[in-house]
């Protein structure tokens, strides 16, 4: 036996395809009805798998990220913060007031509870009015 007399067991046989119209009949050779007879994707058994398990959430409101803002009152800042002192998130973690979360350091926004007398720099902090304003009349500084 010559390499040119090699010839493979298989039969060369081309897949039919189905769905073309012709001389098949009314069904095409697709027989009838169901997923194997409509014209388009086939889903596979493990891709309805994976969107089985996809969570049915409702509206756009269930992808909002949670907000992680600490909030600090003046009173806090009263008891544990120095005369002169720069507040700044970091400081607050520093000082044990604001904790990390996930292992960042938090907005902070500063609210306006209680009294105070202490003359302090805020920086980097989201604050409300009536904080800024008792911070302000002590004579401390917001940026």
Do not use: W
């Not at 009314?26 to 969570?55: N, W």
């Not at 720099?121 to 008792?134: D, G, L, N, R």
């Amino acid at each position: 036996m010559q390499t040119h007399q090699l010839q493979p067991k298989h039969k060369t046989h081309n897949k039919k395809r189905i769905g073309r119209g012709g001389k098949k009949g009314t069904y095409s050779g697709k027989g009838m009805k169901g997923q194997t007879s409509r014209a388009g994707r086939k889903m596979m058994p493990f891709v309805r798998e994976i969107i089985k398990r996809y969570p049915k959430l409702k509206g756009y409101r269930a992808f909002v990220p949670e907000d992680l803002t600490a909030v600090v009152n003046l009173d806090i800042l009263e008891k544990n913060a120095k005369e002169g002192q720069t507040i700044t998130p970091n400081t607050l973690v520093k000082l044990g007031i604001v904790k990390q979360i996930k292992g960042f350091t938090p907005k902070v926004k500063i609210l306006g509870r209680g009294k105070f007398s202490k003359k302090l720099t805020i920086e980097k902090c989201f604050i409300s009015k009536t904080a800024k304003e008792s911070i302000e009349k002590a004579g401390g500084k917001v940026k």
